[in-house]
């Protein structure tokens, strides 16, 4: 599968289909695609679901013609369960945003519950006419078993760290996903060269249209360091080659941030920007990490002097309080809500 997002064409090593039943259905889009509204149209949709005889259905996003077509097909013939993660962190006032109200309260009419992911995606919701008692918490989560296993990865971290030649007393800042601009990698790097760069350190992980602008900034300053896309087997010791994780997202579009998840798992303190969607929830201030506002890169530079202000014994103190929050947030509370919901 190409990744357009990371250039690359992207072969997950860990099992996604394994141990349940699934089914592929036709796309005769001509230009098939996930960013677009006619990039997924499936003709046999409708009667291949119907073929399971279903009572509930769970849809995942109304932005594609068959997804559309699925709410309305299937409203009032049965419970219809709808998931996603859109925030109202990018709008901006206009006659667009107002159409695009419309629109969406309109769509919502065709389900009977939404399963939120966060609060930020739960006041979407509510904004688009979802009543409160048809909203179901569900969060957003990881792998948490995977990605917690501090024994399992604990060698392998020091070995990317020497391997990188990071020194070891270093405090560093870890950046993971595609290098874009709605992520806003080169503020991260703005901000960094403000700090003393002979005690911190700065890892990039992932490719993305930035990359060459990213290597050009860095080859003038130390202490700056490039990892490649990693697969998912390989992102636990990876993660655990930073002291601290950092998504400092500008938008549009960082609806959640999965990364988040997947730092604190493995122990990390975090930094987000307050356009990352997941930062009112899962970073509590000065407790397991920062949030700073968004596109200012003084507030960003605060918050990474005050990591690199902390002993080794403090950021890992914080990284504890970073692995019992997510614990919360875990595969098995989706399972739950969802059980639950079934069950009323």
């Known amino acids: 599968m190409v990744d357009k997002g990371f250039g690359k064409v992207i072969d997950w090593d860990i099992p996604l289909l394994e141990g349940y039943a699934y089914q592929f259905l036709i796309n005769t889009s001509v230009e098939p695609s996930t960013s677009h509204f006619k990039g997924v149209i499936n003709p046999t949709i409708i009667e291949d679901v119907e073929a399971f005889e279903p009572t509930d259905l769970l849809v995942f996003g109304w932005s594609f013609s068959s997804h559309l077509q699925v709410l309305k097909h299937f409203n009032k013939k049965v419970n219809i369960y709808f ?9 901006t006032k206009g006659l667009k945003l107002l159409l695009r109200r419309m629109a969406l309260t309109w769509t919502y009419r065709y389900i009977d519950k939404a399963l939120y992911v966060g609060t930020n995606n739960k006041n979407y919701f509510l904004k688009h006419g979802v009543k409160d008692q048809n909203l179901i918490f569900a969060p957003h989560a990881i792998d948490n078993e995977r990605f917690g296993d501090d024994a399992l990865h604990a060698k392998e971290s020091l070995r990317i760290r020497k391997n990188l030649g990071i020194p070891q007393n270093h405090v560093v800042f870890i950046f993971t996903g595609k290098f874009e601009k709605k992520k806003n990698p080169l503020q991260l790097l703005m901000a960094f060269l403000k700090l003393d760069t002979t005690k911190n350190s700065l890892l990039f992980v992932g490719n993305g249209n930035l990359e060459s602008e990213l290597e050009k900034q860095a080859t003038k300053h130390r202490n700056i360091y490039f990892l490649p896309f990693q697969n998912q087997s390989r992102m636990p010791a990876v993660y655990r080659a930073g002291d601290v994780l950092v998504l400092p997202s500008s938008g549009p579009g960082e609806t959640w941030g999965l990364c988040v998840n997947e730092g604190m798992a493995c122990g990390l303190p975090v930094i ?24 200012n890169v003084e507030s960003l530079v605060g918050k990474l002097q005050a990591c690199s202000s902390m002993n080794k014994e403090e950021l890992a103190n914080m990284g504890k309080a970073s692995k019992k929050i997510i614990a919360n947030w875990s595969f098995n509370h989706i399972c739950e809500a969802v059980t639950s919901a079934l069950d009323d």
Do not use: H, M, P, Y
């Open 83 to 91: 998931r996603g993660d859109s925030t109202l962190l990018d709008e």
């Open 272 to 295: 987000a920007s307050t356009k990352v969607g997941c930062a009112v929830d899962l970073v509590q201030d000065s407790k397991n990490g920062f949030i700073f506002e968004a596109d």
